[in-house]
């Protein structure tokens, strides 16, 4: 059964840092995985998916990495705003699934 | 598109009473999932259906669930009866395809008391 961590579960940055991310799952054979952002109230966002042929994604300050024969993926977040402040889930979907399992999630808070 | 649709947005309801939870896609996925999320377990997948179908169920927790997908636009998960320890954020979502991006819903915040 596909398990998936996340690590830190929290972390409080000043703002203009650059951060990591943290993300392992236990079983390698994966179809893709993906970052999600939730808001306090409100449902996830994707932020970026990545196919298990690729290395990394990137979308404007957000850069995620895959290594799947070590079971990690980052993300990258480069100078960090208040507005990045969230939760940060990393979910995985194995392959012959057409389901995500997730992790618990990074809480981030970026302050001004 | 305005995205998926949940409501209600929030529900109090009493031990034993009937809960309907209810969900539109976004137009033309023919994935839905529905998800339960606690602080304790995280985000947990309930079921999933495509192009209406019910594929897995297995996440039910039990015989109390049920969901159904009577059309492409629309779809209910239903909790009879309700206990304490449903309280959850139960969250629908959409996508185009198995394998592709998620849309997840704003949410139903379940409190049985």
């Known amino acids: 059964k596909q398990e998936v961590t996340q690590i830190p579960a929290a972390l409080s940055v000043p703002e203009g840092e650059n951060l990591v991310l943290n993300c392992s799952f236990t079983?390698?054979?994966?179809?893709?995985l993906q970052w999600f952002r939730q808001d306090p109230g409100k449902g996830l966002t994707s932020l970026l998916l990545i196919q298990s042929s690729q290395r990394e994604q990137t979308s404007g300050r957000l850069n995620a990495s895959l290594d799947k024969s070590s079971g990690r993926s980052t993300l990258y977040i480069a100078a960090s705003q208040p507005g990045d402040s969230a939760t940060y889930l990393c979910?995985?979907?194995?392959?012959?699934?057409?389901?995500?399992?997730f992790g618990k999630g990074t809480m981030l808070l970026v302050s001004p | 598109d305005a995205g998926v649709i949940q409501s209600p947005r929030h529900e109090v309801t009493e031990m034993g009473q009937e809960v309907t939870l209810r969900c539109k896609p976004i137009?033309?996925?023919?994935?839905l999932f529905w998800y339960r999320q606690t602080m304790m377990r995280g985000l947990e997948l309930l079921i999933y259906f495509n192009n209406n179908v019910p594929i897995d169920d297995s996440g039910m927790p039990e015989d109390r669930f049920s969901a159904k997908m009577p059309n492409a636009s629309f779809s209910t998960l239903k909790i009879q009866p309700s206990e304490p320890r449903d309280s959850a954020v139960y969250f629908c979502?959409?996508?185009f395809g198995g394998g592709e991006k998620l849309f997840f819903g704003s949410g139903t915040q379940l409190s049985v008391l």
């Open positions: 137009s033309g996925h023919d994935y």
């Open positions: 079983d390698s054979a994966i179809y893709n």
């Open positions: 979502a959409s996508s």
């Open positions: 979910a995985v979907m194995n392959s012959g699934y057409s389901t995500l399992t």
